[in-house]
């Protein structure tokens, strides 16, 4: 059974950082795409960020390219996502998301079949 598990939000003033963990289980990972999404009161999920699990190359959406930065460590089973120079705008619950070799793009929700629980980021002006 496919367990992933966020920590590490909380509350942060504009311009500071936060490193969101998420602890993935269950599985052999090395086929997977991981991303992270998030979504505020009101609005759809967005697409955040993701990366092939056993590759190099990242993605991420447009509001957050410059800022945020995926990356894994294989030996924790274990996907971040640092985030600096926050914006109230950034804030949301955010969600780690696992997804099995598909056709769709890896910055769409239906391309992932495992979600974790989501973890809040509030960010203040």
């Known amino acids: 059974q496919v367990q992933l598990v966020e920590s590490g939000g909380g509350l942060v003033q504009a311009g500071g950082s936060l490193r969101l963990s998420c602890a993935a289980s269950g599985r052999t990972f090395s086929s997977y795409k991981m991303g992270w999404f998030r979504q505020a009161p009101g609005k759809e999920r967005e697409f955040v960020a993701a990366m092939h699990w056993s590759g190099e190359n990242t993605y991420y959406g447009d509001s957050v390219k410059g800022r945020f930065t995926i990356s894994r460590d294989n030996a924790k089973n274990t996907v971040y996502l640092q985030m600096n120079s926050l914006k109230p705008e950034d804030t949301a619950v955010y969600y780690c998301?696992?997804?099995?070799?598909?056709?769709?793009?890896?910055?769409?929700?239906?391309?992932?079949?495992?979600w974790g629980q989501g973890t809040q980021v509030t960010v203040s002006s």
């Open positions: 998301a696992a997804a099995r070799p598909t056709y769709y793009s890896i910055n769409t929700v239906r391309a992932y079949d495992y």
